[in-house]
């Protein structure tokens, strides 16, 4: 039952996390081994023991939830650090679920943007795949983790992204690519990563356009074409695969600089 709830969870798209106790040493409240799902309202599924150490793994927990933290062990001594009279100790450790601020928007639905987008669904993001053709969203997998939006315009979502979205353009040409970039390239705060399906030719005319829309010409060069390491083969899923990898040297690369 509990990892039915576990996945009932997960598929719905919750924040969440998964507490086990993993040690247990002299009076402690449970064995080895017990474990509880919680949101930042508290308890949804089972126990790590009740009392004052349930009571300070759910505060922990919605901490960590509330600050999107990533997965961490703690070690309490059950006296000092959770005031109980019993001298034993517990190790603890939180997996967080759905707290990712990783958002990644794909324009286009295309054969490469299926491909892309499955590989992304398994990673700790939030993906926007927007094109106006109903038919190809549709053909998108199932996922919490995704958002299909259909539109004739397109460029008119930029807007709404988060300052920290990643985003491609893979939609069906050089005259569906353009408006989205230019509309990425006009913002006053850039985003992370902009990235345009392409070859070093179309980098080159899209260049060409920005200057000739106003866009500084250094800003102009501000943007990813080709897309993608250099690896792979030129079928969907390689393709996919090498900017997925692009994506996550980015992202890393920024968390380092952060930390």
């Known amino acids: 039952m509990f990892w039915l709830r576990h996945h009932e969870l997960i598929e719905a798209g919750r924040s969440f996390c998964m507490v086990v106790l993993t040690e247990a040493q002299g009076s402690?409240?449970?064995?080895?081994?017990?474990?509880?799902?919680c949101d930042e309202a508290g308890l949804i599924y089972g126990t790590v023991?009740?009392?004052?150490?349930?009571?300070?793994?759910l505060a922990t927990a919605a901490d960590l939830l509330r600050?999107?933290?990533?997965?961490?062990?703690?070690e309490w001594h059950l006296e000092r650090d959770?005031?109980?009279t019993c001298g034993g100790r517990v190790k603890l450790y939180f997996e967080t679920y759905g707290v990712s601020d990783w958002q990644i928007a794909v324009f286009g639905a295309g054969h490469v943007a299926q491909a892309l987008v499955a590989l992304l669904l398994n990673l700790h993001c939030r993906v926007l795949c927007i094109d106006p053709r109903q038919e190809w969203l549709d053909s998108l997998p199932e996922s919490p983790k995704l958002k299909r939006i259909k539109t004739a315009d397109t460029a008119a979502e930029v807007v709404r992204l988060s300052d920290s979205a990643f985003v491609l353009m893979m939609t069906q040409g050089h005259a569906t690519d353009f408006p989205v970039l230019l509309e990425c390239l006009r913002r006053e705060k850039p985003f992370p990563y902009v990235g345009v399906i392409g070859s070093k030719s179309k980098r080159a005319v899209l260049v060409k356009d920005l200057i000739a829309a106003e866009v500084n010409p250094p800003r102009a060069e501000q943007f990813?074409?080709?897309?993608?390491?250099?690896?792979g083969k030129s079928e969907p899923a390689e393709i996919a695969v090498s900017i997925v990898a692009q994506l996550l040297q980015v992202r890393d690369a920024r968390e380092s600089v952060v930390i």
């Open 28 to 37: 402690a409240p449970q064995e080895s081994g017990a474990k509880m799902l």
């Open 49 to 57: 023991g009740g009392g004052k150490v349930e009571a300070k793994a």
């Open 82 to 84: 959770v005031g109980m």
């Open 224 to 231: 990813h074409c080709p897309i993608g390491l250099k690896l």
């Open 67 to 74: 600050r999107k933290q990533a997965n961490t062990y703690f």
